[in-house]
């Protein structure tokens, strides 16, 4: 697998958090460093990676920001979780691993396209959850909503914890691969999210739209009704686009009912 390569970094390596920089581009940073040592064979398929807070004070950064570093490079296959004994290289892939287009990053009318990806894949999701999920699970999903309120009234923007809401969802499914198709689109939904989250705290309508919708959703699932669950999570992502809309982020709808800055096709 081909692997984007870092600047050679010495044992010690030099802390990546240099001046504010924002906890999203320090991610990448050490994402791509711990990558790069994978490549140039430092870490081998088998070894053991430091732990989190060990890898936090040779790279200057916090555990927050290794914690999302390392479910990046997860994501992508590189890296494996055992229970009880920590993460470690993954064997080489026999397959590419997926990527999209790093334009996808690049502006506010590719946010919309990854709203579309995630409206196909957190319906059915949300559906098949509110089926399989266990008491434990859904406990779970209710404590990742409990967090985003308590993260706004922080005074944070709260992707974080509506990131790990999503994936409390996907967790309840039962089927894992749903967790690690949503840390791969993390890296896209991520930049949406920061759009989307930011328009909606200028709204208090906004914000208490999202809130609604969110416990339309956990209803659902606790509830263990598919067809609703299905419909909310849909749901709470075309509004989320619509308000993207009417905050003036997007351009709105054409008269034919389609965004002007949708991908055609």
Known sequence: MTMVAATPVPAAAAPL?????????????????????????????????????????EHGVSRSVVREAVHRIKSRGLLVSRQGSGVFVAP????HALAFDPAVLASVPAVVQVV????????????LAAQRATRSQLGGVRRALAAIDTAVLAGRDGVD????????????TGNPQFGLLLGFLEQYLRAGMRITRG??????????????EHRAIVDALLAR????????ATSHLVRGERRLERGGMIPPASPSGRSRTRARG
């Open 17 to 57: 958090a240099e001046g504010r920089l924002a906890r999203q581009t320090l991610a990448d940073r050490l994402a791509e460093r711990l990558s790069a040592q994978m490549e140039r064979g430092e870490l081998k398929p088998g070894d053991r990676l430091p732990t989190e807070a060990a890898l936090a004070a």
């Open 92 to 95: 080489p892939l026999e397959h």
């Open 161 to 172: 914890e509506d990131l790990a809401f999503h994936r409390a969802i996907a967790e309840a």
């Open 225 to 232: 009704d598919p067809a609703a669950a299905r419909r909310a």
């Open 116 to 127: 579309e990806i995630r409206r196909v894949l957190e319906g059915g999701m949300a559906a």
């Open 199 to 212: 328009n909606e705290a200028r709204r208090q309508d906004f914000t208490e739209a999202v809130r609604k």
